[in-house]
């Protein structure tokens, strides 16, 4: 039941897009999202459409599993669309009552409704194809220029791998806290809410207890290991950019630029 | 009274790319009153299948029968069967939660709607049947050592007054003297109690000491279903399953091969000391 949760959808295949460096990952898909705010054209939306198609070409993903992260947003596509739909003013194609369509709301929804799909499925092409531990690896090197200023970089990204980490080691911890509880004849899924609350009494007291003694326990095979923080610290495997990251690089830049040509174009 | 077994198979992760045979067709029955030793390697689908046994997992197919009946029949009264098959998880200290000793056992007899009366008999009676005696009673349950905070947990599932006691490595972790102490009360339950035990664990010793059959899983599928001694004769066949003998077994296989007269089968060092001497008075 809990078991099949699984966070950071990571796909493990062997593609292009898998061995690359997660940094031009992170850049690309922040220059993709700037890329769908350019656009403002059919020319656009298909250059973008052509982009996309060939990156999730590249990932050897199955395509389900993009259009997978697009159930979590379906209720706030349905409704930016309809907001879009029935409140821009113009030619009037259409009107019941107060609600009118025009030419103009059909536009922008339309657009709208592509810039959020392109957004998420987007962003899927990065998690699919990147472990959680080297999307933060990436970060933390990515932006190591705020340590200049201050911010603590590589706490926060070893904080932001040890929870990752965590959440399936305490998904497993629940369920199996909860089986034992089940087998003493605990029941979670009857009763009304407050009987229901109460229920979880018996898992969560064991589950807090747990990821306490765990928690003590990382702590002291770090300090053990003589963990002391970023500084001075390597890498096993230390970020590098090869001759595909530069590639992808042009190639990215190319795409933004084509993007916004396209602004002149139409 | 009996649970029965027809071709269970339980597939993890079915229709996914992780999809994995836990179960392959398992068959057996168990009968009233038996000591069975359940073995195998890590992954060998054990704890797969104990969960099996009181309704936490479903089959993928097959069917399981407890008492005759299909327990996967449309409105089975599952919380009955948990009452009636215990199930001790590994490492079950880890789900206490109360704040006293005595009310964590009594949660399982609360579940099951008694009266208040009959709970706390049920909870004294099992905290007795682990040997707790009443000074345990009020302490918190996370202040007593590894060993007594497995007793309760094993408390716990007994107020339930289960017919059937499943045990996954109820050892794993514990000093010699508390393992001996839980399998001695173990044993005692089976003989005094008459309850029908199910003994996961890794110690062949124990295996032939306690268990009157043994079930050993290879890869989600059953391999011998015997007594210790006739399965403990494939010993070179445990060993390709990353399992073993008894260590005495070895002993008696060595003093073969020197020539010493010795019976092949002996499994415990009670039976091979019996034998050695009665060698030597020749």
Known sequence: ?266 | MSIRAVNLTHIYGQGTAFEQYALKNVNFEIQDGEFIGLIGHTGSGKSTLIQHLNGLLKATSGELYYNGENIYAHGYDMKGLRSKVGLVFQYPEHQLFEADVFSDVCFGPKNLNLSQGEIESRAKEALNLVGLDESFYKQSPFELSGGQKRRVAIAGVLAMKPDVLILDEPTAGLDPKGRDEILGQIEKLHREQGLTIILVSHSMEDMARYADRLIVMNKGEKMFDDTPRNVFRHYKELEAMGLAAPQITYIVQALRKEGIPVEEDLITVEEARDAILRLIGK
């Open chain 1, 1 to 266: 039941m809990l078991r099949e949760i699984t966070l950071g959808q990571y796909y493990p295949v062997d593609s292009v897009l898998h061995r690359m460096d997660p940094r031009t990952k992170l850049l690309g898909t922040l220059l993709f999202i700037i890329s769908l705010f350019c656009a403002n054209s059919w020319l656009g939306y298909l250059t973008a459409a052509v982009f996309l198609a060939i990156t999730i070409r590249l990932s050897r993903v199955p395509f389900r599993f993009m259009v997978r992260g697009l159930k979590a947003i379906l209720i706030l596509l349905l409704i930016s669309v309809s907001f879009n739909l029935f409140l821009t003013s113009g030619e009037v194609v259409w009107q019941l009552g107060i609600l009118k369509i025009t030419r103009e709301g059909i536009r922008t929804a339309i657009f709208m409704a592509l810039r959020l799909i392109f957004l998420v499925i987007g962003s899927s092409v990065m998690t699919l194809t990147t472990t959680p531990n080297e999307l933060t690896d990436g970060l933390e090197k990515g932006l190591g220029f705020l340590n200049k200023v201050g911010v603590p970089v590589h706490e926060v990204a070893m904080m932001m791998s040890i929870a990752l980490r965590f959440i399936p080691i305490l998904i497993e911890e629940a369920d199996k806290i909860m089986k034992a509880q089940m087998a003493r004849g605990a029941d979670f899924e009857s009763g009304n809410l407050i009987q229901r609350a109460k229920s979880m009494v018996p898992l969560l007291v064991p589950l807090f207890i747990s990821a306490f003694r765990r928690a003590t326990d990382l702590a002291m095979a770090m300090e053990a290991r003589c963990y002391h923080g970023g500084e001075g610290r390597t890498k096993m495997k230390p970020l590098c950019y090869r001759k595909r990251d530069r590639i992808a690089q042009v190639i990215l830049t190319g795409y933004l630029c084509l993007i916004i040509g396209t602004r002149f174009i139409a």
